[in-house]
DNA sequence: CATGAATGAGACTTCATTCAT
DNA sequence: AATGAATGAAGTCTCATTCAT
């Protein structure tokens, strides 16, 4: 755990700890801001008004600092969502406070899910692991009935992840503040139906229902 | 806006417009496969068989080359939605088409999105362009009560094209390609009943389904 | 073998191999004097007064350029012993001629042998190439009884590289000329005895001596 | 000269000393091994588990440590040469000492010769009293006739050296180990003969039976 | 005395871009 | 119009060395 990412010296001590965490915490906003390729050492040394060589006594490499910068994240991540999961509430319950701790920490670094001879190989066993528990109470819900079983978990799972991500991006691109608690239940009320299994009868009423509508709207149009 | 592409774009030869289209083409293959930063103009030259320097010729630089690229591929997609689009059939039925051209249109430019002085500012009007059939759609349908109307549609937006991306984006990292038709039909399957209206009470849809078969019925006893 | 060192465009101009021809040539000069590790990018270019980036033009990096400088050598002397070797003439001229040659045209490289993951796997092979001719030699002339076979030819070898590299660096250290028609027939005088076999004994000799003596006149006797 | 090794090395503790020596020793395996410029301080103080800085409390720098480590060196085989030199036996036995005390103790260390403003200067000194052992020996076996008068004594010394070398250097390229007790019984085997006084009469009939027996080689290759 | 920590100086390398031909 | 050639600027990384504690 030491040894992998430390040059030379061993610097177990405090001193060297805070500097470890300084450079992660800095390095962390850095990556997130620019992205894996526009970050530079320097950027990430002047920050923290240290020398560049500094950062390399503690981290072997740019892209070790940015794989250590990823673990961080998903570490935390996954212990929020253990820790807080409440799993004695409703699998709707869960889901919002999933997409709320999943919104909050939320890091974006585009890159990672690049593709060239990126960090991609970091980031599978990553994802993985920072996805199941999500998957686990999908499949849960899928067993015991509650949500569809008609369609493949992986879509079910890209319909969640994708919202948020995009959502993030959009404020990011945008410069605008995200309203987390606002946004998770929205998301939560929005995907639910579309988790629901499909009770066949109301299904088919809906989906009649809808087809007249539209009938008839294009027959007004014409109409008029 | 307009200085872009000025530099000797004058003559705009049958020869010149034959090279600006080769060099966006490769251009355009080389910045989906390596995204900005990682895409040299070196590559793209090679690949076509010209100097690197006949790439400047036409192009002021990179970043002018990528803006080109990107607003090309908008320029097509929206073509492509705009021309096709079934406007005469459902809103479903006009959903599924959007997704499925996205799916096979869609260019996978991370850092476009990236921010920094990346080309941010780049995409949001064309973004915005784009959207604009889709959000269209969605207005209508909500104000015709056909879809839900008890939540924002940048929100619908996103839960519409975030699960498109993230899927596409699994899909590169895992290096498997996507079967477009079938994961467009997954798509809208899990997504429409989330767009419906929450609040039609079954009981409503029942007595509507009956009128309407009233209705026919006695359209139907008249006609023959 | 253009390809290899070659950076992006294939100069085959006549101006872009005079370039790599002085790269080569001033590359040879510096590695010489300093030795692989001690030799500075920085310092070649300086000393062609172009740009360290013009240098990366044509080779892919430091270590590619001293393979080619050094296998450059290597043909040059491998080439100059192939062409020049009197082979009509005794083994001790051939021999000469080889120490001859190699003392003109030796290129000190220290590095060449030294082990850490160095240069080592490129001099295995061109070591051996230049080798050949000289040991060819000595098998030959084992063979056919002229020198020793009482001891492994690899030592034979040792004994006729060893002397000649010692004296070089001996005289590169003391920063003295050397004298190389003197030094090569000083150490072939030198060496000769120790390859001839020692176990003729001079009555052997001189029963010989004396038979081709008597042989001899008798040639003369009719040829007059 | 002097100015060398003041720093603290007043008190000189026996525990100092114990450092200095372990130092040393350590620094001198690193340095064979790597060369000069690829050992690194770092490594040396990890071998030793102490701190780098420790390192430099007992040494200026890296380059006072090697030459310490070459003086050391060459005091060490210095010693073994003249006190086990068996002045009493022949002076053959007297040489075959030597190339088995020199090939055991041998340092390789490359850059030492090396040119540039490396450790060239503090190579000269040192050879040249380590070299007086033999120089002595064989200046008197030259005076009394024992051998050959007619080469400077210097290219005699390059004649025992080169080999030497070449042979261990050959060994540590290929990571084959030396037998040296047989390697040192060879080398004099095959340069003894080179030493000896070349009795005139025998050498000239060695000479006439080698060159007769190329000419008859000659005939024959082109008889047939 | 020993060392943890920091760093200046410099190495190699890449790449978008310019310009004369 | 096309390009061969050259390069400035910048980036990542290494390592001997210093110094306060």
Do not use: N
């Not at 892209?63 to 961080?72: A, F, G, P, Q, T």
């Not at 998301?187 to 066949?200: C, E, G, K, S």
């Amino acid at each position: 755990m030491d040894d992998i990412m430390v040059r030379r010296r061993v610097p177990a001590s405090a001193k060297a700890e805070q500097r470890i965490r300084d450079i992660l915490r800095v390095a962390r906003e850095v990556f997130a801001e620019m992205g894996y390729e526009r970050t530079t050492t320097t950027e990430i040394a002047q920050r923290l008004g240290i020398s560049e060589a500094t950062v390399f006594t503690y981290f072997h490499g740019k892209r070790e600092l940015c794989v250590r910068v990823i673990e961080d994240w998903y570490d935390e991540i996954i212990a929020a969502v253990e820790q807080g999961m409440p799993r004695d509430q409703s699998t709707k319950a869960q889901l919002e406070f999933f997409v709320r701790t999943h919104l909050r920490l939320f890091l974006v670094l585009s890159e990672g899910r690049a593709k060239g001879q990126g960090l991609g190989e970091v980031f599978v066993p990553l994802q993985r692991r920072y996805t199941a528990p999500l998957m686990d109470m999908l499949a849960r819900a899928r067993d015991s009935g509650e949500i569809r079983s008609d369609l493949p978990l992986s879509l079910l799972r890209s319909s969640i992840f994708g919202p948020m991500e995009h959502i993030l991006w959009d404020a990011i691109a945008r410069q605008r503040p995200v309203d987390i608690e606002r946004t998770a239940k929205d998301i939560v009320a929005l995907l639910w139906p579309a988790l629901l299994p499909p009770d066949l009868e109301v299904a088919a009423l809906r989906e009649f229902y809808g087809e007249v509508g539209a009938a008839l709207r294009r027959v007004g149009e014409r109409g008029e």
